[in-house]
Every structure is written in structure tokens, then in C-alpha cells.
Nanobody, 115 residues
Framework: QVQLVESGGGLVQAGGSLRLSCAVSGSIFSIYTMGWYRQAPGKQRELVAVITRGGSVDYANSVKGRFTISRDNAKNTMYLQMNSLKVEDTAAYYC?????????WGPGTQVTVSS
């Protein structure tokens, strides 16, 4: 059973930074395309950043230049470094693992950015 657990969320002032982590267990981490999604109240879940098993990355336009996704296959962990945070980045952030048309999700971690 694949399990994903996010950590690192919290309350931060606008302009600040946070680093989210996603620990994966129960499977071979390196085979998955990994991603971070977020969902703000009343809005649909949206893709924030993705990193393939080969290390290619892509970002939503709204976070380009501010967020950095990375993965450490030796630690079965994915990260999201978030800098220059804005109030509009406030959301629940979810970790996703994808392989052969199957998605796995973590329970989410809340990020709140105050003005």
C-alpha cells in the first residue's frame, strides 16, 4: 500500500518562505512522477509543480520563479521550496504520486500566508 505524507505547512507572512516535504512509503519511489497540487477554499484543485522520475520539472505560471520542486530518491521524499509567498498561495497542499494511470494522494498540509 502506497502512503504519502506531507509536512512543513504552516502560517507565514507574505514574502516569507516554507519548505514542504512529501514522504512516500510502501513502493519504489523512483518510478513515480511526483507532483504538488493545491486547493483553496471554494476553488478546484490545481497543479502547482511536477517532477518526473527523470528529473524534468514543470510549474504553474503563478509560481514560476518562486517555487522549486525537487526529489531525493534515496530518501523517498519530494520537496517544494516556496519563496516570496503571496496571500493567494494560501491553500491546502497535496502530494501526488502517479504511475501507469494510477494516482496516489497524501492527506494534505495547510499553508496560510498572511498579509
Amino acid at each position: 500500500q502506497v502512503q504519502l505524507v506531507e509536512s512543513g505547512g504552516g502560517l507565514v507572512q507574505a514574502g516569507g518562505s516554507l519548505r514542504l516535504s512529501c514522504a512516500v512509503s510502501g513502493s519504489i519511489f523512483s518510478i513515480y512522477t511526483m507532483g504538488w497540487y493545491r486547493q483553496a477554499p471554494g476553488k478546484q484543485r490545481e497543479l502547482v509543480a511536477v517532477i518526473t522520475r527523470g528529473g524534468s520539472v514543470d510549474y504553474a505560471n503563478s509560481v514560476k520563479g518562486r517555487f522549486t520542486i525537487s526529489r531525493d530518491n534515496a530518501k523517498n521524499t519530494m520537496y517544494l521550496q516556496m519563496n516570496s509567498l503571496k496571500v493567494e498561495d494560501t491553500a491546502a497542499y497535496y502530494c501526488n504520486a502517479y504511475y501507469r494511470s494510477v494516482d496516489y494522494w497524501g492527506p494534505g498540509t495547510q499553508v496560510t500566508v498572511s498579509s
